[in-house]
């Protein structure tokens, strides 16, 4: 106390009916004063200690928003302009500065995912465009050949009004053979854009192949009979495909013509080599001259010729056309060949 008196425990009461106060007072004992202060300045060690404590928490959560602040910052320059940045293999605690990392994280990875994605597919348009411009070189260099032939035989037949009748004629059927051929490799590159673009989808019916087999032979036997050639097959009738007639009659049909022309062969032959739940393999071969390696991953290019010297009556369009229509089918097509050998193709259709 401030008057040097022992500190106690104090009490007043104050009687209404004799209008007296008893004041008491208990002095307090050696003992009690000591646990007294011992448990007053045990309060303040702790209130010190938690006070100290919490501002170790808090400095430590100012550093830590102060430092993903600045990741955030450094991280947004970057993806403005379209930095790496390491953050990006970070894992994140979660609070709030952090959600907000992660978002601007998933925006970055979906901006880079459609850049990526918008850098694809301006390379396939530029594939494309390029593809364009040698299908469109290939066209002109193809349709000079004709166009230069009828051009000739009638600027002959013009300026020589005297020419016998028999050689006039002649010319006449070569121009025609020329109309004919341009008519041709008109209507199969017509063909090949309905199948790739799909403009001009496939129907898909239950056909016999074997039927569609007969047909193919009757139309095809006067040509192979003139290269002294035959055709044979172990197509069993009952064998349903998911096709249509035309389809099938240009594939087999275009096989057929192009083994006749070229192969220098005696026979083609056509006959299952496999099939599964949904498909049927084929193999078409024939017993000619072959192919050398080096041509056969060009066989389906358009206008591909192996002897660019030798001039032929062909569109050059023919074995492209057959892969367009077999691939319409969702089958595929490989070529395979040993000089001297045959030329062997290879090409599944799906089942009915």
């Not at 959600?99 to 990875?109: A, H, P």
């Amino acid at each position: 106390c401030s008057n040097g008196e022992r500190p106690g425990s104090y009490s007043a009461t104050y009687d209404k009916n004799t209008g007296i106060l008893v004041h008491t007072k208990l002095p307090f004992t050696d003992d009690i004063l000591k646990i007294i202060t011992k448990e007053r300045y045990e309060s303040i060690a702790i209130l010190i200690l938690i006070t100290a404590i919490l501002s170790v928490i808090a400095y430590a959560m100012a550093a830590f928003m102060e430092r993903n602040l600045k990741n955030l910052n450094a991280f947004a320059r970057d993806m403005a302009q379209n930095n790496n940045n390491p953050l990006l293999e970070k894992t994140f605690t979660i609070d709030e500065a952090d959600e907000i990392s992660e978002q601007i994280v998933s925006l970055y990875n979906d901006k880079m995912s459609l850049l990526e994605e918008k850098g694809k597919l301006m390379e396939e348009e530029q594939e494309k465009l390029r593809s364009k411009r040698i299908l469109a070189n290939n066209i002109s260099h193809e349709i000079k050949t004709p166009i230069g032939i009828l051009q000739g035989y009638l600027e002959t037949i013009i300026t020589h009004p005297e020419m016998e009748p028999e050689l006039r004629t002649k010319f006449l059927e070569r121009c025609l053979q020329n109309v004919q051929r341009l008519n041709n490799m008109m209507t199969s590159l017509s063909m090949i854009t309905r199948l790739e673009d799909g403009t001009n989808a496939i129907v898909l019916e239950k056909i016999d192949l074997y039927d569609a087999i007969q047909a193919i032979e009757e139309d095809t036997h006067s040509r192979l009979k003139e290269k002294n050639m035959t055709f044979t097959h172990d197509i069993k009738p009952g064998t349903y495909i998911k096709s249509n007639t035309a389809t099938i009659y240009t594939i087999l049909h275009n096989l057929i013509k192009n083994a006749a022309k070229y192969s220098e062969g005696t026979t083609i032959s056509l006959h299952i080599a496999g099939e599964d739940s949904n498909f049927y393999t084929f193999e078409f071969t024939d017993d000619g001259k072959g192919v050398d390696k080096k041509h056969l991953p060009h066989l389906f290019e358009r206008f591909y010729r192996i002897d660019k010297n030798k001039d032929t009556e062909g569109s050059g369009l023919g074995l492209p056309i057959v892969q367009s229509a077999i691939t319409a089918h969702n089958g595929t097509i490989t070529a395979h060949s040993a000089e001297g050998k045959g030329l062997c193709f290879i090409f599944t259709l799906p089942k009915a």
